[in-house]
Structure formats: structure tokens, C-alpha cells
């Protein structure tokens, strides 16, 4: 019987120890739920361990195939560039060993019921139903970006939230790079008429955007006391959010992945970006990674399916 690929989680990182630790968690939890799976996880960058780390860990365990799954919501830079170019680097430091890639995780409908779910926890009593949410205007607030690309999918993450959920509308905000800000956000739903906002932040677990999310919405909210305004909670490491990583592995382990190029900055002139089509990627060396010392070479990162050249 052939070994299935081992698991690797591809981890964003923050300097917030208990979001790090939720992450580490995670893992844990994902190598609990498929004991006979190698999972091991680890941090482009901030938090250990390093990406390098968790792939030596398993090469340590016998593993020479595995399936790198991203735990990011968008597609931006780390997921299209960095974790590719790691990727590689690991590959040539371990001969022998193959990966294949999968998909960053969202949006997708499972995890739109947890958002779902946060927002009713945030709303408490009031809402009993569709009914009840006509009144509620939500305030989705992603990362944010440099890369066009993946502030558009947050974007249509909130679209995708708001058909057929019954709110008065659902409005998006960045905490970091992109435009609007979450109080230019609030801002915007106020001149539109609401009256009952809820921010909701779109990361998968706590740490210091989140909280950045939250302290700003408390200073808006003082401000306009005319506003009732909550907070809703991150997603968190819900059993949707498990089932949905085992599936982008099933993905990629079974399936030809290709993530969407149409509109890749590194391929498409696309206005105010036109300079960084053909841009060579870099690997993203991790603090804690040994290999950060040792000079920065060439490679190429596997980009769903395509290639593109990856250096300093």
C-alpha cells in the first residue's frame, strides 16, 4: 500500500505568543485528528518555527513526499511567492524529496458559516434569525495587501457574505497596506445609513492585527455614540476550519492545482503595478532558519503550475 504524502502547514507568523501558540495548536490538533498522517507546521516569518524546521522534521521522520497546504485566506505575496520559494530551498537542501501545493483557504463556504457564527455571537439575543438582520451592517476587515489581487478576494469574500444572509450590507476595510482603513470603513458605513455595525476581522486566529482591529473600532465607536457598534471575534480553530485544511491537502495530493494568474501582478500589467511583471520572487528567509546565513541563491518557486523565478 503506497504511504500518502505527509502534511505541511505553512503558517503566516505574528510576534503574538498566543496567536503563535494557536497556531502550533493547530497542527497539533490536524496530526490528533490523522494519526497515521506525519503534520508537522511551521512560520514564514516572526514566530518559530521556521518553515525550514518543520520540513526537517519530517524529512527526520523517513517523509519523502508531502503536501504543503498554506494557512492563509488570500493570495498574496507569502502564499504566491514566499512558501514557493521556501519550498524549493528545502527541496534542494534535502535531495530526494518531492511536495506538491495547495490552495490558500479561502473564501469558501464552510468558512463563511463561521463568520456567519461570529456575527451572531456578536449580536447576541438580538438576532434570531434572517429576520432580525435587516438593520445589521457588517464591516469585514482583511489584512490588507500590497498585492491587488488579494485585497479583491477579501472583497469578494464579503459578497459572498452577504448574498442571501439577510444583512442591510456588508462593507471591507484593511488593518494594514490597503485602503480604507477601519475607521474610513466605519466611516463609510455611517454615511450610508446604518445604524447597527458589526466589525468583523478576517484572520484565522488572534494576534496583533486583530487586536489592532478592535482597539480601533472601540476608539471610532466612542466617538459616534449615535452608532451601536460591536466587535465580532477571528475565526479560531473551528472543526470547519480543520475539515476545510484536510481537504485543500486531499487537493493537492490528488488533484493538478492551479492557483488564478488573471489578475497576478507578476503576470498581468495591471494599473499602478506595472512594474512588477516578470519580478524575480525571493525566498523568505526565517530568522530562526539557519539558512539565512549562508547567502541567497537562485531558485524557482512552483506557482500552481507555473514557474517563476525566485531570487535576491
Known amino acids: 500500500m503506497t504511504t500518502p504524502p505527509a502534511l505541511l502547514i505553512a503558517g503566516h507568523g505574528t510576534r503574538d505568543e498566543a496567536g503563535a501558540e494557536a497556531f502550533r ?153 490597503a485602503a480604507p482603513d477601519v475607521p474610513s470603513g466605519l466611516d463609510r458605513c455611517a454615511r450610508l445609513g446604518a445604524r447597527r455595525i458589526v466589525v468583523l476581522p478576517y484572520f484565522l486566529f488572534t494576534g496583533i492585527l486583530p487586536d489592532r482591529v478592535r482597539q480601533q473600532t472601540a476608539g471610532w465607536a466612542a466617538a459616534h455614540p449615535e452608532v451601536e457598534v460591536r466587535s465580532a471575534d477571528v475565526i479560531g480553530p473551528e472543526p470547519e476550519l480543520l475539515d476545510l485544511v484536510m481537504e485543500r491537502y486531499e487537493e493537492a495530493v490528488k488533484g493538478d492545482l492551479r492557483m488564478n494568474c488573471d489578475s497576478c501582478v507578476y503576470r498581468i500589467a495591471l494599473p499602478g503595478f506595472e512594474d512588477k511583471v516578470g519580478m524575480p520572487q525571493q525566498p523568505h528567509f526565517h530568522p530562526d532558519d539557519d539558512g539565512h546565513h549562508h547567502g541567497h541563491g537562485h531558485g524557482h518557486g512552483h506557482h500552481g503550475g507555473h514557474t517563476h523565478s525566485h531570487a535576491h
Open 25 to 177: 495548536d493547530f497542527v497539533r490538533e490536524l496530526g490528533r485528528r490523522r494519526p497515521e498522517l506525519p503534520v508537522a507546521g511551521g512560520f514564514i516569518e516572526l514566530s518559530p518555527p521556521p518553515l525550514g524546521e518543520a520540513v526537517a522534521e519530517l524529512v527526520g521522520r523517513g517523509v519523502r513526499r508531502f503536501a504543503a497546504v498554506p494557512l492563509m485566506l488570500v493570495s498574496a505575496g507569502h502564499a504566491k511567492g514566499d512558501i514557493p520559494a521556501a519550498l524549493v530551498r528545502e527541496q534542494e537542501r534535502h535531495p530526494g524529496v518531492s511536495y506538491t501545493y495547495g490552495r490558500p483557504l479561502g473564501p469558501h463556504p464552510t468558512l463563511l458559516k463561521v463568520l456567519e457564527r461570529r456575527l451572531d455571537e456578536a449580536l447576541g439575543s438580538t438576532v434570531r434569525g434572517p429576520g432580525d438582520r435587516a438593520d445589521v451592517t457588517v464591516l469585514l476587515v482583511g489584512r490588507g495587501s500590497t498585492d491587488p489581487d488579494a485585497n479583491a478576494e477579501v472583497h469578494k469574500a464579503a459578497r459572498l457574505l452577504w448574498e442571501g444572509r439577510g444583512y442591510a450590507g456588508v462593507e471591507t476595510a484593511f488593518v494594514s497596506l
